[in-house]
Nanobody, 116 residues
Framework: QVRLVESGGDLVQPGGSLRLSCAAS????????MSWYRQAPGKERELVAT????????NYADSVKGRFTISRDNAKNTVSLQMNNLKPEDTAVYYC????WGIGYWGQGTQVTVSS
């Protein structure tokens, strides 16, 4: 059974940093691309970053390029999102995602709030 568990969300001041982590289980982690999404109140869920199963061809939403970095540790079955220079508009629930056999799986999300 696929399971994704996010952690690391917190309240942080503008300009601050956070590192989110997602622990994955129930599938062969190293074989799948992983993504981070976020959903702000009243808005649709949006793709933040994606990392392939192998290689370094990562992709980012324009709004986070140069500030966020996605990475993975296939030995530990984890995917992380390093977020620097956070802005109030980054406030959202952040979700880990994998698409396996055409089915998308989500974690429960972790809340990131950027506010002074």
């Amino acid at each position: 059974q696929v399971r994704l568990v996010e952690s690391g969300g917190d309240l942080v001041q503008p300009g601050g940093s956070l590192r989110l982590s997602c622990a994955a289980s129930g599938f062969t982690f190293a074989m799948y691309a992983m993504s981070w999404y976020r959903q702000a109140p009243g808005k649709e869920r949006e793709l933040v970053a994606t990392i392939p199963s192998v290689g370094r061809n990562t992709n980012y939403a324009d709004s986070v390029k140069g500030r966020f970095t996605i990475s993975r540790d296939n030995a530990k079955n984890t995917v992380s999102l390093q977020m620097n220079n956070l802005k109030p508009e980054d406030t959202a629930v952040y979700y880990c995602n994998v698409i396996r056999w055409g089915i998308g799986y989500w974690g429960q999300g972790t809340q990131v709030t950027v506010s002074s």
